[in-house]
């Protein structure tokens, strides 16, 4: 699993930017999952995406933030307009096309500040 | 949807002695159970899991148990040692939806 590579691994971003978040799946795996971690908490599932396609979002705000999982390059979660609210750990994990599709590994996360 | 409790919330165990941490689950049709140990401020690493069509399963030190009939599942840790100590997270999947729901965590500590 030490093969999910996420980007950056801090963030801090003002309220009312932007904040990119990338991540690259371990080799051979087609599927990406994004999961938020508040302090002290589980993690919550946001959204599933294969290549070029969003299979699950039923996790996502419906508002500020998307994401893609291009064909070429990283996974992208972005949130528009941050408030204080998304401070989070935002961790990404993939799976692979075949065999044992259901286990998930996950990345080092990127820890989200907002000020 | 899924919805996934775990109990307890923290959990101190002198070591050398067994941890065990439990967790239900509400959907029948979930049917992957994975075991997540977090350090503090590191990624989630996969321990155990076990699949519905079995009811346990054992590598080393830890071991699973699931009981679908009652919709719950067990982490058992024998023998602990003080590098057990973390935060440890149940989780549960519905067969056809990829996604995995998990428990609000059990923080254990082992006492050396």
């Known amino acids: 699993n030490a093969g999910v590579m996420q980007n950056p691994r801090h963030l801090v971003r003002r309220r009312g930017q932007e904040a990119r978040l990338r991540c690259s799946p371990m080799?051979?795996?087609?599927?990406v999952y994004w999961y938020r971690q508040l302090p002290e908490e589980g993690l919550k599932f946001m959204v599933y995406?294969?290549?070029?396609?969003?299979?699950?979002e039923s996790g996502m705000p419906k508002e500020r933030f998307s994401a893609e999982f291009p064909k070429e390059g990283p996974s992208i979660l972005r949130i528009q307009q941050v408030v204080r609210g998304d401070s989070a750990a935002y961790f990404c994990?993939?799976?692979?096309?075949?065999?044992?599709?259901?286990?998930?590994?996950f990345g080092p996360g990127t820890r989200l500040t907002v000020l | 949807g899924e919805n996934v409790e775990q109990h307890p919330s923290t959990l101190s165990v002198q070591e050398g002695d067994s941890a065990v941490i439990k967790c239900t689950y509400s959907?029948?049709?979930?049917?992957?159970f994975p075991w997540y140990k977090q350090e503090l401020g590191k990624r989630p690493q996969l321990i155990i899991d076990i699949r519905s069509n079995v009811g346990e399963k054992k590598d080393q030190r830890i071991a699973v148990t699931l009981n679908k009939t009652a919709k719950h599942f067990s982490l058992h840790i024998t023998e602990t040692q003080p590098e057990d100590s973390a935060v440890y997270f149940c989780a549960a999947k519905v067969g056809g939806n990829e996604k995995l729901t998990f428990g609000t965590g059990t923080r254990l500590t082992i006492i050396p």
């Open positions: 959907d029948s049709a979930s049917n992957y």
């Open positions: 995406l294969q290549k070029e396609n969003i299979i699950d």
């Open positions: 080799k051979g795996h087609s599927h």
């Open positions: 994990a993939s799976s692979p096309k075949q065999g044992h599709t259901d286990t998930q590994y």
